[in-house]
């Protein structure tokens, strides 16, 4: 793996190991609902699918429960082995068709057309250079079926902004050259941005134009929409009022409003089908 991949498994190896495994369950259950519905709705049952960044395993235990058989890959080999543990302990360990510690841009040990589905809901935004970016989709392209369907996962650029004016507003002199920067470029670093390090935040039409060659657009969505400062609320309510929030919350993210205001974007495409040649 590149330096800076070397650095992002780092970090998810120590700095927020124990976070990263409860973080959507505690945290973040919108981003877990909004996702599990897409999921649900068009990761077809008992598929093979490419699940490119497994965090807590929080979506490879759903996908196991519906059949799926895994192809589990992280550059952090600490969440590997969590994710791997967490299915065996649900007795869904041989859902497992493999386990490979690599990054997004490194697909090479997953045949060319093998998955109905591939999962990137995290190294996208955990690759700084546009050719890297460009790079993972295209291998993600390569290892989909023909109409197979991908996920992936994207940061709005200014929810960074939006934590430094309400954590660090009295740095923002010192930090006039590098906000240009990061204006420009969406990348962050860890001197400047430690809880995330190595990462690039993007305009959702830059996010959205990352596909455009690959895949057809099944949905373009602002997962938390308007929760996306108080999303942890939904644990407290019962389940049928946290059910008609996510309604209001799913209906509104795709607006211009919705994926403003989201910490994630949600992109859902489908792999074109081969063009047929007329000679």
């Not at 895994?70 to 080999?77: E, G, K, N, R, T």
């Not at 929810?159 to 954590?167: E, G």
């Not at 509104?252 to 989201?262: F, I, K, N, R, Y």
């Amino acid at each position: 793996m590149e330096p800076n991949e070397e650095s992002v498994a780092r970090y998810y190896d120590t700095a927020i190991f124990e976070a990263e495994l409860t973080r959507l369950t505690h945290d973040c259950p919108v981003e877990r609902a909004i996702t599990l519905r897409w999921l649900d709705r068009l990761a077809p049952a008992d598929a093979d699918v490419a699940e490119i960044g497994v965090g807590g395993g929080v979506y490879s235990e759903h996908l196991a429960r519906r059949g799926c058989r895994l192809w589990l890959v992280d550059v952090s080999a600490r969440l590997l082995d969590a994710a791997a543990a967490r299915l065996r302990a649900a007795g869904l360990g041989e859902s497992i068709a493999g386990v490979s510690r690599n990054s997004a841009t490194h697909l090479d040990s997953l045949a060319a057309g093998a998955f109905q589905a591939v999962l990137m809901l995290g190294p996208l935004y955990h690759l700084c250079a546009p050719e890297a970016r460009s790079h993972a989709v295209a291998e993600a392209a390569r290892i989909l079926k023909p109409g197979g369907v991908l996920f992936a996962a994207g940061i709005n650029r200014l929810s960074y902004l939006r934590d430094f004016f309400r954590l660090f507003p009295h740095v923002v002199l010192e930090r006039k050259t590098f906000h240009e920067q990061y204006l420009r470029d969406g990348n962050l670093d860890p001197e400047h941005a430690p809880p995330i390090g190595f990462a690039h935040l993007s305009p959702y039409g830059e996010f959205r134009a990352l596909f455009a060659s690959d895949f057809e657009e099944l949905a373009l969505t602002g997962v938390e929409s308007f929760s996306t400062s108080c999303q942890s609320m939904l644990n407290d309510l019962p389940p049928a009022h946290a059910e008609a929030c996510l309604d209001l919350i799913e209906r509104t993210g795709p607006t211009a409003e919705g994926l403003g205001v989201s910490d994630h974007f949600l992109y859902v495409g489908r792999k074109r089908l081969p063009r047929l040649s007329l000679d």
